[in-house]
Nanobody
Framework: QVQLVESGGGLVQAGGSLRLSCTASVRAFSRLTMGWFRQALGKEREFVAGINWGGGSTSYADSVKGRFTISRDNAKNTAYLQMNSLKPEDTAVYYC?????????????????WGQGTQVTVSS
């Protein structure tokens, strides 16, 4: 069983930055494809960014390209989401997700493990 714990959410003004972290309680972190999703109030959970288990491939939703960066540190069992130039429409609960040797970053059903979520609120 893989447990994922997110941190780093909070309240920030538009144009500001936040870095989310997702730490996994598993030995084989390097074998996990990691993804970030978000869910705004009253909306479906949507893909934000993903990084493959090898770390050599990333994918982003069009709405965050050029502003968000996903990365991973296998030595720390942690994936990150650096969010810059934040907009009010980025306000949501952000969830970390993981799947062993996953290849389809943007598909919710691909992921087997989910964190509890962290709230990001961007004020205008």
């Amino acid at each position: 069983q893989v447990q994922l714990v997110e941190s780093g959410g909070g309240l920030v003004q538009a144009g500001g930055s936040l870095r989310l972290s997702c730490t996994a309680s598993v030995r084989a972190f390097s074998r996990l494809t990691m993804g970030w999703f978000r869910q705004a109030l009253g909306k479906e959970r949507e893909f934000v960014a993903g990084i493959n288990w090898g770390g050599g491939s990333t994918s982003y939703a069009d709405s965050v390209k050029g502003r968000f960066t996903i990365s991973r540190d296998n030595a720390k069992n942690t994936a990150y989401l650096q969010m810059n130039s934040l907009k009010p429409e980025d306000t949501a609960v952000y969830y970390c997700a993981a799947v062993l040797f996953g290849s389809r970053f943007d598909t919710k059903g691909e992921y087997d493990y989910w964190g509890q979520g962290t709230q990001v609120t961007v004020s205008s």
